[in-house]
């Protein structure tokens, strides 16, 4: 899975994907192998190469920013929530693209809620579904101005990481 990530006002791009029970995470191209255990209900222990680290992560102030502390040192972070495919139409933000955004789960989990229905009009950053993953709930945000065209999942559903939830037309296209 590819995301785009803002750390402490830096733009990073992180790739992650599964090998062997544990975690490959890519940062800006340099990939580490990283075993993660939940501690709490918030708390995380990882095994970052060598390094051990105990990593907190909650809401932030603002929708959609995260608190990451590593240690004792909080880190801002807000992580864009569509998976990146290397599509041509997202160069230069998610409103370049005359297509449809299909709004996709980030990572296996469960439909805690659904924000939207069929025929709503949307505008940028408006959360449309929230689910539950690896016991945290993550609300899902639209990219764009636009009309939701197909709402795939229900509530209690679980999903795979890919799935796509919500399909939003572009305002005004009909695509």
């Known amino acids: 899975m590819q995301y785009e ?7 990073r791009r992180v790739v992650v994907h599964r090998e062997d029970g544990r975690f490959v995470v890519a940062v800006d191209g340099r990939e580490v192998d990283v075993d993660a255990v939940r501690v709490g209900a918030h708390a ?3 095994l970052v190469g060598t390094a051990s680290f105990e990593v ?22 807000s992580l864009n929530g569509r998976r990146r495919w290397g599509r041509t139409d997202d160069v230069g933000g998610s409103s370049a693209g005359s297509g449809p955004d299909h709004l996709v789960a980030v990572m296996p989990g469960k439909v805690v ?63």
């Open 5 to 11: 990530a803002d750390v402490n006002g830096r733009p």
């Open 113 to 175: 809620r659904i924000l939207t229905k069929v025929g709503d009009t949307v505008r940028p950053r408006q959360a449309l579904v929230v689910i539950e993953a690896m016991k945290m709930e993550n609300e899902l945000r639209a990219t764009r101005e636009g009309i939701v065209k197909d709402v795939r999942v229900r509530e209690g559903q679980s999903v795979d990481a890919g799935a796509v939830l919500v399909v939003v037309d572009r305002a005004g296209t009909g695509t």
């Open 56 to 77: 907190t992560v909650a809401p932030g102030t603002d929708a959609g920013q995260l608190t990451v502390g590593v240690g004792a040192v909080p880190v801002a972070v």
């Open 44 to 46: 995380w222990s990882l």
